[in-house]
């Protein structure tokens, strides 16, 4: 499991909490940290520090600049799930919104559970099957609107049908949906406060697994691909322009799934 607290250091995020449904964070479960840490480092020059003591095995925090940018985790080594990233969605009430998945068709895997003094935490999947967190607390980073080059800038659920879940993310969030032209298929981009936070896009019956995307922006998309490749990593969509810029989706050594963005200007 990626935890997302841990003792204050290193990159802590300040202000007021983010709006409830509002991507606030990415983790990152792993079978191999240190290489995991090699592969990112290279890629994005990410840092990283352990932001203190837990009980569920090694974790680090990715920085730039010395901010968080996100948290990787390394799974138990009897455990044979693949890794993936998951993207955390802010809450008001982690209690009422665990009770919510539960009365929308979802699944609750882990929590409400205290995350130390920092707030509190659920890890849940959506009824396709797609994961993802609930954090209520402290703010953390999300999506980040000066597009630095190595951090998020955009998280999208990938789904076999973006209708069939919408009905179940808008029950959990209040969700504003404004459906979106899109060359790969039907895509709904989220509201928050009349504010674009995420979207989700329809993939089709041939998707393997739904699942949430984060897109990390990149200064060179074709170089940044190239580079995955180098570091062992595999490019899954060719960089190719479309409305919010430049994209180019690959896996880590891995095969958990990103997107590259350079954000059109």
């Given at each position: 499991?990626?935890?997302v ?21 990415t ?14 480092g ?115 659920l ?5 209708s ?14 404004k ?33 949430w ?21 595999r ?31």
């Amino acid at each position: 499991m990626t935890e997302v607290w841990g003792s204050s250091g290193t990159g802590e995020e300040e202000g007021p909490r983010q709006a409830s449904g509002t991507p606030c964070w990415t983790g990152l479960l792993v079978h191999d940290l240190e290489a995991t840490k090699e592969f990112y480092g290279a890629l994005f020059g990410w840092s990283y520090y352990d932001p203190g003591p837990r009980h569920l095995g090694p974790y680090v925090r990715a920085t730039l600049d010395g901010r968080n940018v996100a948290g990787i985790g390394e799974l138990p080594h009897d455990r044979q799930l693949a890794g993936s990233w998951t993207t955390y969605l802010a809450s008001d009430d982690a209690d009422v919104c665990a009770e919510w998945i539960h009365c929308a068709g979802g699944t609750v895997g882990v929590g409400p559970l205290a995350a130390e003094r920092a707030g509190r935490l659920v890890l849940a999947a959506d009824p396709a099957g797609a994961s993802f967190g609930v954090w209520q607390g402290q703010r953390l980073l999300g999506s980040r609107p000066e597009r630095t080059p190595g951090t998020p800038v955009w998280h999208e659920l990938v789904t076999h049908d973006a209708s069939v879940v919408l009905k179940f993310y808008r029950a959990l969030f209040g969700y504003e949906a404004k459906a979106a032209g899109d060359m790969d298929g039907e895509t709904v981009t989220l509201h928050v406060d009349g504010r674009p936070v995420a979207s989700i896009r329809s993939a089709g019956p041939a998707l393997r697994q739904p699942h949430w995307m984060p897109y990390f922006e990149a200064a060179d998309v074709d170089a940044a691909a190239g580079r995955v490749t180098e570091l062992g990593g595999r490019v899954v969509s060719a960089p190719q322009e479309t409305p919010a810029g430049r994209v180019a989706t690959v896996t880590d050594p891995e095969g958990s799934a990103f997107t590259l963005l350079r954000t059109a200007r």
